[in-house]
């Protein structure tokens, strides 16, 4: 089978890894929206729009089902692009009814772009498992733009997460939701910072599972490749192909 994969830029690259361990001989097709990242400071209509967009082009390559790899897309677009095309389209949720689960009285910090945190969904998200009130909700919107520079441990992003985290008690905190797919780049410098005390969960292999267990019926494609889009544009130069596969081995 076909399957498309699409994100605001090259987070959902974390999330493609763990869908090609479960379906190796599958054919796959994933879009990078570079020409509209980050995805976290647009309006719920552009977002629309833009998720819309590449469904669109995806299906129109043969894509029997899509994953919307993108938490803040998910968070605007999901239910417009499921309702617009008659096609299986997974989406992304922070994963917090685990990291709630795990928590053991402790509190969990979820963190997401600026968008997702303040949308309804997530929020809805919280209340139904948060019932001791346990969960922190912190916006990192400058972590997209470090993971799209491929700067994933430097002395700028170090800076910039201590400052962001400088307003909490880090050692209330057991647990970290990495609620963008652009985040899991960064678990060696999250882990440094927060310490080997507090366990990092992202929906990554939930998501995989979950795509794996809905095309299992569907004929396989046998071919085991996956060929990259940025906008709709086939990527073919070798610079950017070293880079995704850089990004790639990064998740193993």
């Known amino acids: 089978m076909k399957i498309g994969f699409f994100d605001s830029g090259v987070g959902g690259i974390s999330v493609l890894h763990q869908a090609r361990k479960y379906l190796p001989m599958e054919e796959f097709f994933y879009y990078a929206d570079e020409d509209h990242v980050p995805y976290g400071k647009r309006t719920r209509e552009e977002i629309c729009g833009y998720t819309y967009d590449a469904l669109k082009f995806l299906f129109g390559l043969g894509a029997d089902a899509a994953v919307v790899a993108c938490n803040t897309a998910t968070a605007a677009a999901i239910e417009y692009v499921r309702a617009s095309f008659d096609k299986p389209i997974l989406g992304m949720e922070p994963a917090v009814k685990p990291a709630v689960q795990h928590a053991a009285g402790k509190r969990v910090l979820v963190t997401a772009t600026p968008f997702t945190i303040r949308e309804e969904r997530l ?21 997209v733009g470090f993971a799209e520079r491929a700067e994933f441990d430097s002395p700028a992003v170090r800076e910039y997460l201590l400052t962001e985290f400088s307003d909490l008690d880090l050692e209330d905190y057991s647990e970290l939701v990495l609620g963008c797919t652009h985040f899991s780049y960064f678990r060696k410098v999250l882990g440094e910072i927060l310490g080997p005390e507090v366990e990092l969960i992202d929906g990554s292999e939930g998501t995989a599972r979950h795509l794996a267990d809905i095309v299992r019926d569907l004929p396989s494609a046998g071919g085991g490749s996956v060929q990259y889009y940025i906008s709709g544009r086939p990527v073919t130069d070798e610079k950017t192909l070293k880079f995704y596969e850089t990004l790639d081995k990064q998740m193993e």
Not at 123 to 143: F, G, I, M, N, S
């Open 123 to 143: 929020h809805h998200l919280v209340r139904l498992v948060d019932k001791e009130h346990l969960v922190t909700l912190k916006a990192l919107p400058e972590l």
